[in-house]
């Protein structure tokens, strides 16, 4: 089955203490999105990339950092430098050719509690 | 600055009742619109609108675009409790550096039996 895979589902992290969400995919999308969801609000973009090797910052990247070694993955890594890290986090491909490339696909989200 | 808001925030409606769901932007040239439905975790893709007037369907579920007054509408017909969700519109700006989506705050929408 093709899709977009998030590990865990559920974190809890201590205050201080930095910690990497997994967002895995094999739909073979040259583009991946990192989101951070709060209740009552939109999706805000936190990291973006749309090759492997290259990622840019989104609207609130600050506190977080991005890799993209790999076309298939793109781990987030919510630092202690992020002042209010307890949210659903959301991971998203897009194929940049062929149809329907403006359309994001998600995964199931990680949920982060920092205790 | 782009911007997407949807309304209402939250709905209550009983089985079977329609509903309307609102989406308007400002967005310096529009590209597509998309709208998302979200239950409890990943948002799912429902629709892209492109052109002007022209309805996408899916069931009981239809939504519209008007580029002239910048606004879509989703319709849900003859509603059920599966379709309790939070919808999710999203704008695409024409010169969209890494096809950055430009998310609403949601609408939920609550089916009651």
């Known amino acids: 089955d093709g899709g977009i895979t998030q590990s865990p589902k559920y974190l809890f992290r201590k205050e201080g203490q930095n910690v990497t969400l997994s967002c895995e995919q094999n739909?073979?999308?040259?583009?991946m999105y990192w989101y951070r969801q709060d209740p009552g609000q939109g999706l805000r973009l936190i990291y973006y990339s749309q090759i492997v090797n290259d990622f840019q910052k989104g609207d609130i990247a600050e506190g977080y950092s991005v890799s993209r070694e790999k076309k298939e993955s793109f781990p987030l890594t919510v630092t202690s430098a992020q002042k209010n890290p307890t949210a659903f986090y959301l991971c998203a491909s897009r194929r940049t050719s062929g149809a329907l490339t403006d359309t994001q696909y998600f995964g199931p989200g990680t949920r982060l509690t920092v205790l | 600055e782009d911007k997407v808001v949807q309304s209402p925030l939250s709905l209550v409606v009983h089985e079977g009742d329609t509903v309307t769901l609102n989406c308007s932007y400002e967005v310096t040239n529009f590209r597509s619109l998309l709208w998302y439905k979200q239950e409890k975790k990943a948002p799912t893709f429902l629709f892209m609108l492109t052109s002007s007037g022209i309805e996408k369907k899916s069931g009981r579920l239809s939504s519209i675009l008007d580029k002239k007054e910048l606004f879509s509408i989703l319709n849900i017909t003859a509603t059920q409790t599966g379709d309790s969700a939070v919808y999710l519109c999203a704008v695409v700006p024409l010169y969209n550096q890494g096809g950055k989506l430009i998310f609403g705050q949601g609408t939920e929408l609550s089916v009651k039996p």
């Open positions: 739909l073979n999308h040259d583009a």
